[in-house]
């Protein structure tokens, strides 16, 4: 256990919200002490409430003792935030105390720094991003990081493009193929990396450089109708990931004619719900997502989800709809915000992000 051992979480979870539970509810006169118990283990802990109650089980309580806890276990452990409350069944002899609330916790994760040396000797298909969050690009469906100006968006994606690539062919995890509006730092990594990247050529031509877009798009249509044609003949063929990478998304789909949208609209779509079973993956980066810069079903097939910058539930609501930031501890600075990535194992973990730092090719940043 981090910073107390279990009978020191459970005495200073109790004693806190004893104290903070009774002042912040509305009639003075209920009294919390009492009337629940609190188990801890290594994964989180149960606020198990004492039937009948003189309180309120509900989401409010689920929230209160979430915003209590949240800080009471900083900087040992970050609380995970439900968008509902997790009422679960309780093992205990006693009918009153036979359901609990359970939050799970995870030690508090800090920013790490990546070497080139390690992205050169991994041989593994898992992209450390903090302290105690990985995640298996093997279960990864599409990639969303947005964020505003400035939060970082660029800097994480060139990390990503350089872990997915890795500095040597032994080490690649994912075939690349970058569209960069602004030919910011993701265009010079590709210089840098020799990756393919699209760009545009010339002024105030955006029209066109959205045509060429979807053009290399509808490609990548072919590609994932032809993978789809092998796996109907033999369904073990596992493909070779591939990547397409669009940085600043809104640059691109803003003030463009509607026919010209639509179809862009239409390919990424696709590549996004039929992708999956093909390894052909989409990371996209813009300031926002709202339906006029991405169709609702690109947002609903991402499984790994960023938002950098500025947290309030106007920013997240793109995301993570069902979230509210309230109590949720955000660090400051450049490159922070949240994360979720639904692996199937841990549905609906949001957690508070630290973008890594590492070693970009020189000129890159
Ligand atoms: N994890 C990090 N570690 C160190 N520096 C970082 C980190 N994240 C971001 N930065 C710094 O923050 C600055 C802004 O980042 P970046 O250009 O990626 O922002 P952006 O969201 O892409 O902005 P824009 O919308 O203008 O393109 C960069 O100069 C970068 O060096
Ligand atoms: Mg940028």
Not at 233 to 251: M, Q, T, Y
Request: net charge positive.
């Amino acid at each position: 256990m981090q910073g107390l051992d279990v009978k020191g979480w459970k005495n200073m979870l109790k004693q806190a919200l004893n104290l903070g539970l009774g002042s912040s509810s509305s009639t003075e006169t209920t009294s919390y002490s009492g009337s629940f118990d609190i188990s801890v283990d290594e994964n989180g802990f149960a606020f198990v409430p004492r039937i009948p109650a003189s309180y309120f089980i509900d989401n409010g309580l689920y929230e209160s003792i979430f915003k209590i806890a949240n800080v009471v276990c900083f900087p040992f452990y970050t609380v995970i935030k439900k968008p509902t409350m997790n009422l679960i069944s309780w093992s205990a002899d006693d009918f009153h105390s036979k359901r609990a609330l359970w939050f799970d916790w995870m030690p508090v994760n800090t920013r790490i720094k990546v070497p080139e040396s390690y992205i050169l000797k991994n041989r593994s298909h898992i992209i450390p991003i903090m302290s105690h969050f990985f995640v298996d690009f093997n279960s990864v469906t599409s990639i969303l990081i947005a964020g505003n100006s400035g939060s970082g968006k660029s800097y994480f994606l060139s990390y990503l493009l350089n872990f997915l690539y890795g500095m040597n062919h032994r080490s690649k995890i994912s075939d690349l193929f970058v569209i960069d509006p602004k030919k910011d730092s993701p265009a010079r990594w590709c210089k840098a990396c020799n990756v393919d990247c699209l760009f545009p050529t010339k002024q105030g031509a955006t029209t066109d450089f959205v045509a060429d877009v979807t053009e290399v798009l509808s490609r990548f249509v072919k590609i994932i109708y032809d993978r789809q044609d092998q796996l109907y003949e033999n369904s073990s063929i596992k493909f070779p990931h591939v990547c397409i990478v669009i940085d600043e998304l809104l640059a691109l789909t803003e003030n463009i004619p509607k026919k010209l949208k639509d179809s862009f609209f239409s390919m990424i779509s696709t590549i996004s719900l039929m992708g999956r079973s093909t390894n052909v993956h989409l990371i996209l980066v813009s300031q926002r997502f709202d339906a006029n810069v991405i169709p609702v079903v690109v947002r609903q097939q991402a499984n790994l989800k960023i938002q950098l910058g500025v947290i309030s539930s106007a920013t997240t609501r793109f995301l993570f709809e069902d979230l509210d930031p309230a109590g949720i501890l955000v660090p400051t600075g450049r490159g922070t915000g949240l994360i979720s990535f639904n692996d199937n194992k841990k549905l609906n973990q949001i957690l508070p992000l630290q973008t890594p730092t590492f070693e970009a090719p020189k000129g890159v940043i």
